[in-house]
């Protein structure tokens, strides 16, 4: 057997060992992004969200607005349909009692308007800060527009409401778990020890 078929096979080899064992990371086009914020008490419905005669604002716009409880307001902010990418949205709202604030759903749009072939990550993420509440999502693909409906569990007031994006392409960085780097430091140690020990083997007595 010659050297260059085993070295050939002990490379498919670790190749077949590793290759399950990684993952891939998606990767970030840029930093957070902040997006003008519209909102609507009246659902804007499957129109053009292109038109923003269906919308208020942009923020701080029309700003306050008191909710009472089962009140139910829709957030919108405009984007660029990008098939390619996908987006993570953060919706940033200060004032009286909005952790009473709950995500119904999110929901990307296409130009035409139409709601269908996105996914979304869930739940929709939710987090307190001081004097108010950041919601999350993932939209995938990046929508033209990204909606948000939240629905009031109790009487409150919005007093500033605000927005950040990051888009991410579909593009893939391979990478290996902790199981596949496991496995490639043992398969190292292995060949330097068979390597050595074949230069030993090699040395006249």
């Given at each position: 057997?010659?050297?260059?078929?085993?070295?050939?096979?002990?490379?498919?080899?670790?190749?077949?060992?590793?290759?399950?064992?990684?993952?891939?990371?998606?990767?970030?086009?840029?930093?957070?992004?902040?997006?003008?914020?519209?909102?609507?008490?009246?659902?804007?419905?499957?129109?053009?969200?292109?038109?923003?005669?269906?919308?208020?604002?942009?923020?701080?716009?029309?700003?306050?607005?008191?909710?009472?409880?089962?009140?139910?307001?829709?957030?919108?902010?405009?984007n660029t349909e990008?098939?390619?990418?996908?987006?993570?949205?953060?919706?940033?709202?200060?004032?009286?009692?909005?952790?009473?604030?709950?995500?119904?759903?999110?929901?990307?749009?296409?130009?035409?308007?139409?709601?269908?072939g996105f996914s979304?990550?869930?739940?929709?993420?939710?987090?307190?800060?001081?004097?108010?509440?950041?919601?999350?999502?993932?939209?995938?693909?990046?929508?033209?527009?990204?909606?948000?409906?939240?629905?009031?569990?109790?009487?409150?007031?919005?007093?500033?409401?605000?927005?950040?994006?990051?888009?991410?392409?579909?593009?893939?960085?391979?990478?290996?778990?902790?199981?596949?780097?496991?496995?490639?430091?043992?398969?190292?140690?292995?060949?330097?020890?068979?390597?050595?020990?074949?230069?030993?083997?090699?040395?006249?007595?």
């Amino acid at each position: 057997m010659s050297k260059t078929f085993r070295f050939a096979l002990v490379a498919a080899l670790a190749v077949a060992l590793i290759a399950p064992l990684s993952i891939a990371q998606d990767k970030g086009v840029g930093e957070k992004m902040p997006r003008e914020v519209y909102y609507a008490l009246t659902n804007p419905g499957d129109a053009p969200l292109t038109d923003t005669d269906a919308w208020d604002g942009p923020a701080p716009d029309g700003l306050p607005i008191h909710l009472e409880f089962c009140d139910t307001i829709w957030i919108g902010c405009p984007n660029t349909e990008v098939p390619e990418q996908w987006k993570e949205w953060w919706i940033d709202l200060r004032g009286s009692n909005v952790f009473k604030l709950h995500a119904v759903y999110a929901e990307g749009h296409h130009p035409d308007g139409s709601t269908t072939g996105f996914s979304y990550s869930e739940p929709i993420g939710k987090d307190a800060v001081p004097g108010g509440v950041i919601f999350h999502v993932k939209i995938i693909p990046q929508p033209e527009w990204e909606v948000m409906a939240l629905h009031a569990t109790d009487t409150l007031t919005i007093n500033t409401a605000t927005a950040q994006t990051v888009c991410h392409r579909d593009e893939t960085i391979p990478s290996l778990t902790t199981y596949g780097i496991i496995v490639l430091v043992l398969l190292l140690l292995i060949s330097t020890v068979w390597v050595i020990r074949k230069k030993r083997a090699a040395v006249p007595a």
